[in-house]
């Protein structure tokens, strides 16, 4: 894929603002409406210091000098390279000053040592489908204040929405964290779902192409720097939209059921969502501009060494079109999944409510796994997404924290980490999808995602050894964000009992 990194034109937003009510896009004049901020992309900025931060961010902070030393750690780069023991990691003024081995890597005076061996050093994950609304079989809520803490917390630096229901307190809260008052990771903002006619009510239902064009248009001058069409667009709308966004200078992403994979590289899109869970396009008898019933069910008896399955691979990789793997959301539907062991600390820091609907909703999937068929498909849409790494395609991931609620944010990316490990990825291969291969799709990956020398300092450290044991993903004590280290426990339990509320 093109790296391309897209600088915003500090546009004054309209007088005649537009919102989203009841999924339809209505243009008013609102002289009461809240401030809103002409976004753009994160793209190369002035690092955010400890002294520029609110002092509700710099209650999070247990490393603030200007100049840090990390030494002793296990490093894993980002490269998909081995890890390499022992090394030491220089951060000044925000950016990676030296990398090498200890002993060998000049330490500055005045800086500020950390050793911490037994710790693996990694780069900030990049969430490539990380919402910052969520849902269980009950709710829907914006968390504007535990998602951005719970990213954070969990060594997730960077995100990119992938598709909103509220755009405009996404751009709100990216330019909070962007200016110190919000701790929490670098946001690139995808603009309002872009659907068809019986799409979801909070979303955007186009009626044609140029419905399409317009929606899209209105939304890049508000600051979104990505769009995402769902389900029931039709091929032409989504042509158009696609259009419209490059002509932009942006890009498209999608959840497809109406339109397949293979068409929708046809007209240009840039990068497509969940994997072999939403391509329709194996499906026999398939019509056109229409989601099929009992695609999924075809998905569990389909062999995903096929040559059509083989073919779609190649369409993908051939044209640069990236995936994105969401497996932590998707096994939310597989009966006893995950196990209760992995997600306890997801369950202790819902709110009391939100782990009851989730809970519920678990027992009536167990209650009926005998006839259940995404045992089948979990299992053939990890097989799938890593025949497309190893074939070169580009993959990367996200948590998606919707369906019934048990993929929090952070969390549910963390986990995706040990479920890309069981599908048969190293470990370290792992990391970089999560990592550099994030970078990548969104056009900034000579900035972050990588530990080398002049990148921005998003940096994670790990107590533990996840090559060795995945699970140990989840054991984070240090996030840097630009050179700025947060305490991961602290953020964790800044949100305990109000997750999925606030």
């Not at 500020?112 to 919402?131: A, F, I, K, Q």
Request: hydrophobic share 40%; with cysteine; aromatic share 6%.
């Amino acid at each position: 894929m093109t790296e391309r990194e897209v600088a915003g034109d500090g546009r004054s937003l309209r007088s005649a603002a537009a919102f989203l009510v009841g999924g339809a896009l209505l243009a008013a004049t609102m002289p009461w409406a809240p401030p809103v901020h002409a976004a753009v992309q994160d793209g190369p900025r002035p690092p955010v210091r400890a002294d520029d931060l609110s002092e509700d961010a710099r209650q999070f902070v247990s490393v603030d000098a200007p100049v840090v030393a990390i030494t002793g750690v296990r490093l894993v780069d980002g490269t998909g390279a081995p890890a390499a023991e022992d090394r030491t990691v220089v951060l000044r003024d925000g950016r990676i000053a030296a990398v090498g081995p200890d002993g060998e890597v000049e330490i500055p005076d005045g800086a500020e040592v950390l050793d911490r061996s037994g710790h693996t050093l990694m780069p900030g994950l990049v969430g490539l489908h990380n919402h910052t609304f969520y849902t269980t079989s009950s709710r829907q809520t914006q968390l504007t204040f535990s998602a951005p803490r719970l990213y954070l917390a969990s060594g997730v630096t960077t995100i990119r929405t992938t598709g909103s229901y509220s755009p405009y307190s996404e751009i709100n809260l990216m330019e909070s964290v962007r200016s110190g008052d919000v701790p929490g990771p670098s946001t690139h903002i995808t603009g309002p779902y872009i659907t068809g006619e019986g799409g979801g009510s909070s979303m955007y239902q186009v009626e044609g192409p140029d419905d399409a064009r317009r929606v899209v248009d209105y939304w890049a001058g508000e600051g979104a720097t990505w769009f995402k069409a769902y389900t029931r667009i039709s091929r032409a709308a989504l042509g158009a939209a696609i259009e419209e966004a490059h002509a932009h200078g942006l890009e498209f992403t999608a959840h497809l059921c109406s339109v397949t994979f293979t068409e929708a590289v046809e007209l240009g899109i840039d990068n497509l969502e969940h994997g072999y869970f939403t391509n329709t396009g194996w499906f026999p008898g398939k019509e056109p501009d229409r989601c099929p019933d009992g695609f999924r069910e075809h998905l569990a008896t389909l062999d995903v060494e096929s040559e059509q399955v083989r073919e779609t691979i190649r369409t993908m990789v051939e044209n640069d079109v990236a995936l994105t793997s969401t497996l932590a959301v998707y096994e939310l539907s597989v009966p006893n999944r995950p196990p209760l062991s992995k997600i306890e600390r997801a369950l202790n820091v819902m709110a009391p409510e939100v782990r009851e609907e989730y809970l519920s909703t678990r027992r009536s999937i167990a209650e009926r796994a005998d006839e259940s068929h995404m045992p089948a498909v979990f299992r053939k849409a990890q097989q799938f997404e890593l025949a497309f790494h190893e074939a070169g395609g580009l993959l990367a991931a996200g948590v998606d924290p919707t369906g019934i609620g048990g993929a929090l944010p952070g969390f549910g990316d963390q986990r995706n980490f040990e479920l890309l490990v069981e599908a048969g990825f190293p470990p370290v291969e792992a990391i970089q999808v999560m990592t550099y291969n994030g970078a990548r799709v969104l056009g900034i990956g000579d900035e972050l995602g990588t530990v080398e020398e002049g990148k921005r300092a998003d940096l994670v450290l790990i107590d533990g050894n996840p090559l060795e044991e995945p699970g140990e993903i989840r054991n984070v004590t240090t996030v840097f964000k630009d050179g700025v280290g947060y305490d991961s426990r602290e953020l964790i339990d800044a949100v305990r009992g109000v997750a999925g509320v606030r």
